[in-house]
């Protein structure tokens, strides 16, 4: 009985053509603009051991830009927090501080949701 092997991230097997090369796909990222960016900001307190954290969610572009994002609104609070996969956590009830930095830097489309 032969073995399967595993099924191999380049669908291509064989080529004839002798200058061939295999190219990467890179999927880009562009930050969106901060009027066109949709931002929720909400309190969440799952799988925190009970601590509340303000969490602004779905903004759109590279980590990079995201981190930048998290550490200006972590500043402006005064508090610690994280920014990864798309959201920002800012430690403690700092919804109302968020929203109103967020409109002042052009976020126009800022909602905040329970």
């Known amino acids: 009985m032969k073995k399967k092997s595993a099924p191999s991230s380049h669908p291509i097997v ?3 053509n002798p200058s061939f090369r295999m190219e990467e796909e890179e999927a880009t ?4 603009a901060p009027g066109e960016q949709i ?6 307190k799952k799988q925190r051991a009970g601590k509340v954290v303000t969490l602004i969610a779905g903004f759109i572009g590279t ?6 994002l998290g550490k200006e609104l972590r500043n402006h ?3 610690g927090g ?4 798309g959201e920002v956590l800012v430690q ?3 919804r109302e ?8 830097k052009g976020y126009r489309q800022t909602k905040l949701k329970g």
């Open 14 to 16: 064989y080529s004839t």
């Open 29 to 32: 990222i562009e930050t969106l």
């Open 39 to 44: 931002l929720r900001i909400l309190l969440d």
């Open 63 to 68: 980590d990079a830009d995201l981190q930048t």
């Open 77 to 79: 609070c005064g508090t």
């Open 82 to 85: 994280s920014a990864k996969d």
């Open 92 to 94: 403690g009830d700092q």
């Open 97 to 104: 501080k968020v929203v109103q930095w967020l409109l002042k």
